[in-house]
T-cell receptor, first 113, second 115 residues
Framework: DAKTTQPNSMESNEEEPVHLPCNHS???????IHWYRQLPSQGPEYVIH???SNVNNRMASLAIAEDRKSSTLILHRATLRDAAVYYC??????????????FGTGTRLTIIP | GAVVSQHPSWVICKSGTSVKIECRSL??????MFWYRQFPKQSLMLMAT?????????EQGVEKDKFLINHASLTLSTLTVTSAHPEDSSFYIC???????????FGPGTRLTVL
């Protein structure tokens, strides 16, 4: 799987938007961009994924650069419950059925009340 | 949504004993289940991939005779840590995928402490 690079940590004020960046300059044409997050002492949970177009769901938005070499996870209004480690992961859709996830170090998001 | 449970949520055992951790998909059939291990302040590391009815595929460096994985049904996989030692103390997390789906659903994790 291609490698992703994320900042180790970020802070944001409560009720403000948060933009979590991810660089994936070696992304291939068949790679989906996935985001998971892990709250303290819990298993990871799926947040969002996309291929080329920007994506929105009830949890977040995903903005993908036109060249796909970077993406940004957007939390529109951060709450204290959004404090977690956020992982940006590339998954090759040509390996459909081989669902192995490779976790990097992620970004530890701290929300300031 | 798809729910994955793990049991127990935490366990303390003596060195040399074996511990079994269960991973269940509660509302879907999981064709593939994965076992991860996470040490404090570190990321998740995949240990093995298991498909129902077949032998698990272990990642490089993971001892298959120490970490026994059984995936006997489409809703249950078990990880047995045999002859546990203090260095096996970790947070063990399972995940599961539905056939034909891309999203991986994670369990809440099991914290193992070996004394």
């Amino acid at each position: 799987d291609a490698k992703t690079t994320q900042p180790n940590s970020m802070e944001s004020n409560e009720e403000e938007p948060v933009h979590l960046p991810c660089n994936h300059s070696t992304i291939s044409g068949t790679d989906y961009i996935h985001w998971y997050r892990q709250l303290p002492s819990q298993g990871p949970e799926y947040v969002i994924h996309g291929l080329t177009s920007n994506v929105n769901n009830r949890m977040a938005s995903l903005a993908i650069a036109e060249d796909r070499k970077s993406s940004t996870l957007i939390l529109h209004r951060a709450t204290l419950r959004d404090a977690a480690v956020y992982y940006c992961i590339l998954r090759d859709r040509s390996n459909f059925g081989n669902e192995k996830l490779t976790f990097g170090t992620g970004t530890r998001l701290t929300i300031i009340p | 949504g798809a729910v994955v449970s793990q049991h127990p949520s935490w366990v303390i055992c003596k060195s040399g004993t074996s511990v079994k951790i269960e991973c269940r998909s509660l509302d879907f059939q999981a064709t593939t289940m994965f076992w991860y291990r996470q040490f404090p302040k570190q990321s998740l590391m995949l240990m093995a991939t298991s498909n129902e009815g077949s032998k698990a595929t272990y990642e490089q460096g993971v001892e298959k005779d120490k970490f026994l994985i059984n995936h006997a049904s489409l809703t249950l996989s078990t990880l047995t840590v045999t002859s546990a030692h203090p260095e096996d103390s970790s947070f063990y997390i399972c995940s599961a995928t539905r056939q034909g789906r891309y999203t991986q659903y994670f369990g809440p994790g099991t914290r193992l402490t070996v004394l």
